[in-house]
């Protein structure tokens, strides 16, 4: 079945401590996107990716990197300068909007805490 | 600036039919989704509008007033397993998706 991979389903970060998320889809689609959920607000774009090797600071960057070497694969590093990382992680992916209905489609997401 | 807002929380019961408001004010304007999360899961698509009017699709609707800036999701025949958020999203002229905080529903017997 197609679809996008998020893992793992819980991870926890220690102080320092770079970790990344992995989110793979195998739907072909060109457009991958990463967004963090907080309690009581809205999904909010981090990155975002609409061709291999090319990708786009949202509107949360900051503490965050990411990388596109293959078409299926949009990994998020959390790096250390990212003072406040406990929240829900969403992954998407979507082919790129033509005039026609094309809605993004969301990995299980990646629950994230601070030791 | 860019806003999109709902009512935070809605009740209703089952059998019963409800409908969640959606307001926004985007740069640009390439259509607008609704997306159903139950708690602790990724959110699924129910619906796309960028023209005016209602489409339907099932138990669930979606009306877009482009003109107003506002959109509304119907539920008929609620069912218990419609407990959820409901999440409304436009797509901006950058062709990203602006979310807005989610509207939590709970149906009760």
């Known amino acids: 079945d197609g679809g996008i991979t998020q893992s793992p389903k819980y991870l926890f970060r220690k102080e320092g401590q770079n970790v990344t998320l992995s989110c793979e889809q195998n739907l072909n689609h060109d457009a991958m996107y990463w967004y963090r959920q907080d309690p009581g607000q809205g999904l909010r774009l981090i990155y975002y990716s609409q061709i291999v090797n090319d990708f786009q600071k949202g509107d949360i960057a900051e503490g965050y990197s990411v990388s596109r070497e293959k078409k299926e694969s949009f990994p998020l590093t959390v790096t250390s300068a990212q003072k406040n990382p406990t929240a829900f992680y969403l992954c998407?992916?979507?082919?790129?909007?033509?005039?026609?209905?094309?809605?993004?489609?969301f990995g299980d997401g990646t629950r994230l805490s601070i030791l | 600036g860019q806003n999109i807002d709902q009512p935070t929380e809605m009740t209703a019961t089952e059998g019963a039919i409800v409908q969640i408001n959606c307001t926004y004010q985007t740069s640009g304007f390439n259509g607008l989704f609704w997306y159903q999360q139950h708690a602790g899961e990724a959110p699924t698509f129910l619906s796309y509008?960028?023209?005016?009017g209602l489409e339907e699709k099932g138990r669930f609707s979606s009306f877009l007033s482009r003109s107003k800036g506002y959109s509304y999701l119907l539920l008929k025949e609620l069912q218990m397993k419609d407990s959820a958020s409901y999440l409304c999203?436009?797509?901006?002229?950058?062709?990203?998706?602006?979310f807005g905080a989610g509207t939590r529903l709970a149906v009760h017997p």
């Open positions: 509008n960028v023209l005016d």
């Open positions: 999203a436009v797509r901006d002229q950058s062709n990203k998706l602006i």
């Open positions: 998407a992916s979507s082919n790129p909007p033509g005039g026609a209905n094309q809605p993004q489609h």
